[in-house]
């Protein structure tokens, strides 16, 4: 499949999508535009942007079609080998996992695209190579971390790489570049350059290489983060294979946006093993037409939240202080905000696909992210005390890695309970009794376990839980 994008010579911020499917031999076709991306495990329907949308063949000549899902289109093929599908795509949001094009009264022009918003696919075809051109202009500088095979053109080994590779391209871009570990990183900024280069190296050069250390190797040679900065309140990352976005804002805030910038990007880099490579069973691979229902999001987001912040104070990218105060806050947004709901883990993790990103009635479910972190916490704390300080968290992790995600083979939640007791050298029933699967409060117990590193969590009428140290 070939992909050109351009801007709509029409309509403002919308991007103009030509598919070109070649060597057909079948009497129709069916594409597919994804109803959802990896990293947010909801129904997004993407068809929903799509104006208008035309079939023909090689030469021009209209082709017959009509939709048959809310996001699949069957082609009558007429006897063509070859089938151009012609759409637009509206464009016109900023956030990590939507795509923009800018107009002609933009003051900063940009192209920012997620393929999975608007790339459709072929039914039968998904892992025939893909190809992506970009109608921009020739010096416009384009980050991403597909291979570059033209000026302007970019090329993937299948349909699920081309998906999990999001681009910026624009006439400016600031590029920061470092090296860990041996794996080439760059830090692209879109927007006002906001950051102190030398700084950035720095700090980010030290978590990258702490997280490579847990694991001994990293994924991929090279990453990048692709950044993109607002003029208003913004937070908001997810991960890719050998990339990740994030877009963050104020651009004016100081050291607040740098503190974020921080947090997000040791949160995303995690994710480059725990969740694109150690991956549940029930993703591989990724369905792209319909809900893909799993338990363990606790372990993909929760395990990845608590060791975001964990891996800058061990890199000590962050002091006590900075941690402890992050730590604050996610122990504020669990206990305060839903530290009674109904739900587990488990039935949160399963029903991220219903209502997992709203906020949905009043004590019905927890965050995957903030309990899921405190459950990770709890975990690690409870190996290192028993195993006298010679294994950790990091030990599961390492072993989830060698076993799953390296050979990409995807894990069941019986995986992850298995390696854990492995690594803890004992029956972790209790855990995953009551804080996996059962809906308890968790203060008491983690009160028990914080104590083991000079914590307690208090509860006061007008600050709320506070966190102080013994």
């Known amino acids: 499949?070939?992909?050109?994008?351009?801007?709509?010579?029409?309509?403002?911020?919308?991007?103009?999508?030509?598919?070109?499917?070649?060597?057909?031999?079948?009497?129709?076709?069916?594409?597919?535009?994804?109803?959802?991306?990896?990293?947010?495990?909801?129904?997004?329907?993407?068809?929903?942007?799509?104006?208008?949308?035309?079939?023909?063949?090689?030469?021009?000549?209209?082709?017959?079609f009509r939709k048959i899902t809310k996001d699949r289109w069957l082609v009558q093929t007429q006897g063509a080998t070859e089938i151009v599908a012609q759409y637009n795509y509206y464009a016109n949001i900023i956030n990590a996992g939507s795509s923009y094009i800018s107009d002609d009264t933009d003051v900063s022009p940009m192209l920012y695209v997620n393929p999975v918003n608007l790339c459709l696919y072929a039914e039968g075809r998904i892992n025939d190579p893909c190809t992506l051109e970009l109608a921009i202009p020739a010096d416009w500088t384009i980050a991403c971390g597909l291979t570059k095979t033209g000026p302007q053109t970019l090329s993937?080994?299948?349909?699920?790489?081309?998906?999990?590779?999001?681009?910026?391209?624009?006439?400016?871009?600031?590029?920061?570049?470092?090296?860990?570990?041996?794996?080439?990183?760059?830090?692209?900024?879109?927007?006002?350059?906001?950051?102190?280069?030398?700084?950035?190296?720095?700090?980010?050069?030290?978590?990258?290489?702490?997280q490579i250390d847990i694991f001994g190797e990293f994924p991929e040679t090279e990453y990048h983060f692709l950044t993109i900065l607002l003029p208003i309140a913004h937070y908001h990352g997810v991960e890719h294979r050998n990339s990740t976005v994030l877009v963050l804002g104020p651009a004016d805030e100081g050291e607040g946006l740098y503190v974020d910038l921080l947090g997000i990007a040791s949160h995303e880099l995690f994710h480059a093993w725990n969740i694109i490579r150690i991956r549940p069973q029930e993703l591989m691979p990724y369905d792209f037409t319909r809900e893909n229902y799993f338990q363990t999001c606790f372990v993909a987001e929760g395990v990845t939240t608590y060791y975001g912040d964990h891996m800058l104070r061990r890199s000590e990218v962050f002091n006590e202080a900075a941690y402890l105060k992050e730590l604050h806050v996610t122990l504020k947004r669990h206990f305060e905000n839903n530290g009674r709901a109904f739900q587990s883990l488990l039935e949160s993790s399963w029903d991220l696909w219903l209502d997992g990103y709203d906020k949905g009635v009043p004590d019905r479910k927890v965050s995957v992210y903030h309990k899921g972190a405190i459950a990770a916490l709890i975990l690690d704390l409870h190996i290192r005390q028993t195993s006298g300080q010679t294994r950790s968290l990091d030990d599961v992790m390492r072993l989830m890695w060698e076993r799953f995600g390296k050979p990409q083979v995807g894990y069941t939640y019986f995986d992850y309970r298995t390696i854990t007791e492995e690594v803890a050298g004992e029956s972790l029933d209790w855990y995953f009794t009551v804080c996996i699967e059962g809906n308890e409060s968790l203060l008491s117990l983690l009160n028990r376990y914080l104590k083991l590193i000079n914590l307690t969590i208090l509860f006061t009428e007008t600050n709320g839980l506070i966190l102080e140290k013994l």
């Open 1 to 64: 499949m070939h992909y050109r994008l351009s801007a709509d010579p029409l309509l403002p911020h919308y991007i103009a999508v030509e598919a070109r499917l070649t060597d057909i031999a079948a009497e129709t076709a069916e594409l597919q535009l994804p109803a959802w991306r990896p990293g947010r495990y909801e129904l997004q329907n993407f068809a929903k942007n799509i104006q208008r949308f035309v079939a023909t063949d090689a030469s021009g000549q209209l082709l017959p």
């Open 156 to 210: 993937a080994r299948n349909f699920y790489e081309l998906v999990d590779n999001p681009l910026i391209a624009a006439p400016a871009l600031h590029r920061i570049q470092y090296e860990a570990r041996g794996v080439q990183f760059s830090v692209w900024i879109a927007g006002r350059m906001a950051f102190d280069q030398e700084r950035v190296v720095r700090d980010f050069q030290r978590f990258s290489e702490a």
